[in-house]
T-cell receptor
Framework: RKEVEQDPGPFNVPEGATVAFNCTYS??????FFWYRQDCRKEPKLLMS???SGNEDGRFTAQLNRASQYISLLIRDSKLSDSATYLC????????????FGQGTTLQVKP | DAGITQSPRHKVTETGTPVTLRCHQT?????MYWYRQDPGHGLRLIHY???????DKGEVSDGYSVSRSKTEDFLLTLESATSSQTSVYFC?????????????FGPGTRLTVL
C-alpha cells in the first residue's frame, strides 16, 4: 500500500462546477497535512494546510478525517485557472521534516 | 518566493557522463533537499542536507551524490548518468507554516539522458 494515495484523474469539469479530491494516508502517526498545486512543467507550490477542524481559503476547503486517515480538497466555482495537478502531502514524524507526496490528481476546467 | 534558483534549467547529456545540478538559496535555510519527479511515482527524495557538510540519503539515492560546502549551495551529482535518471529534479528548502514544517521548491531542472 502506498503511503499516500490519490485518484490520478483527470477530472474534467466545466467552469463554475464544484469538484472534490480525496486522499488517503497510511501512517496514523502523521500530524501535518497539506495540499500543493503544480502547474504543468512548474514546481509544486503550497496551496493550503489541512487542519483537523477543517479550513477554508476562499473557494477552497480542506478537510481531515483522522479516524479514516482521509483528506479532502473541495473547490467551488471552478475557474479555468484552477486547471493543475493537486498533490496531497503528509508528514512522517521525524526531526527532519519528512514529507510524503501523493502522485497528484489532475484537474482540467473547461469553458 | 522562497529565493531558490536551480541551474541549469534544462540539460541533455549522454549515458556515462557526469552531471552536476546546482541549487542556490538566498535565505540561509539550514535544510535543503533534492527530489526527482517521474510520471507514476510522484516526488521522491534523493538526498537532503541539514547543514554545511551534513547530508543524508533519501529513498532513491543510488547513483547520486551530493555536496554542501556553503549554506546557500546544494549540489547534486550524477557520477555516470543513465537513461533511468532522465527526470525533472527539484530542489527544496524546509520552511515553516504556523507550527508545521513545509517544503518550498525551486523551479526544477529537466534532465534528459540519451
Amino acid at each position: 500500500r502506498k503511503e499516500v494515495e490519490q485518484d490520478p484523474g483527470p477530472f474534467n469539469v466545466p467552469e463554475g462546477a464544484t469538484v472534490a479530491f480525496n486522499c488517503t494516508y497510511s501512517n496514523s502517526a502523521s500530524q501535518s497535512f497539506f495540499w500543493y498545486r503544480q502547474d504543468c512543467r512548474k514546481e509544486p507550490k503550497l496551496l493550503m494546510s489541512v487542519y483537523s477542524s477543517g479550513n477554508e481559503d476562499g473557494r477552497f476547503t480542506a478537510q481531515l478525517n483522522r479516524a479514516s486517515q482521509y483528506i479532502s480538497l473541495l473547490i467551488r466555482d471552478s475557474k479555468l485557472s484552477d486547471s493543475a495537478t493537486y498533490l496531497c502531502v503528509v508528514n512522517i514524524p521525524s526531526n527532519t521534516g519528512k514529507l510524503i507526496f501523493g502522485q497528484g490528481t489532475t484537474l482540467q476546467v473547461k469553458p | 518566493d522562497a529565493g531558490i534558483t536551480q541551474s541549469p534549467r534544462h540539460k541533455v547529456t549522454e549515458t556515462g557522463t557526469p552531471v552536476t545540478l546546482r541549487c542556490h538559496q538566498t535565505e540561509n535555510h539550514r535544510y535543503m533537499y533534492w527530489y526527482r519527479q517521474d510520471p507514476g511515482h510522484g516526488l521522491r527524495l534523493i538526498h537532503y542536507s541539514y547543514g554545511v557538510k551534513d547530508t543524508d540519503k533519501g529513498e532513491v539515492s543510488d547513483g547520486y551524490s551530493v555536496s554542501r560546502s556553503k549554506t546557500e549551495d546544494f549540489l547534486l551529482t550524477l557520477e555516470s548518468a543513465t537513461s533511468s535518471q532522465t527526470s525533472v529534479y527539484f530542489c527544496a528548502i524546509k520552511g515553516s507554516l504556523d507550527w508545521q514544517f513545509v517544503k518550498y521548491f525551486g523551479p526544477g531542472t529537466r534532465l534528459t539522458v540519451l
